[in-house]
Nanobody, 123 residues
Framework: QVQLVESGGGSVQAGGSLRLSCGAS??????MGWFRQAPGKEREGITH???????TYVDSVRGRFTISKDRAKTTLYLQMNSLKPEDTAMYYC???????????????????WGQGTQVTVSS
């Protein structure tokens, strides 16, 4: 059962930007993260945010992507700038109801997922 809803994916040229949104009402008090899965590859965590706003990024997106929550704490965002062809993947938001801090990049630690939104970056 899908409990999170992503939107904002699309096709852009390298160097472009996209902003992903995730309807997350009721879940932003937990660890939340953005994950991506490219064809033939495993799902990987790219950033997460704790209930108090602590943020971590993996090296491949640090400085280009920004995770945030709106003030009403109902929506999770991922601002993606300077996109590269290697960013092409299905992007998912997820929540970990067992954690509010010390968030993880491991997808297996997250138990609530969205359906995903496709991001395609052309060179």
């Amino acid at each position: 059962q899908v409990q999170l809803v992503e939107s904002g994916g699309g096709s852009v040229q390298a160097g472009g930007s996209l902003r992903l949104s995730c309807g997350a009402s009721g879940y932003t008090s937990y660890c939340m993260g953005w994950f991506r899965q490219a064809p033939g590859k495993e799902r990987e965590g790219i950033t997460h945010i704790s209930s108090l706003g602590g943020i971590t990024y993996v090296d491949s997106v640090r400085g280009r992507f920004t995770i945030s929550k709106d003030r009403a704490k109902t929506t999770l965002y991922l601002q993606m700038n300077s996109l590269k062809p290697e960013d092409t993947a299905m992007y998912y938001c997820a929540a970990s109801r067992s954690r509010t801090w010390a968030c993880s990049m491991d997808p297996s630690d997250y138990d609530v997922w969205g359906q995903g939104t496709q991001v395609t970056v052309s060179s």
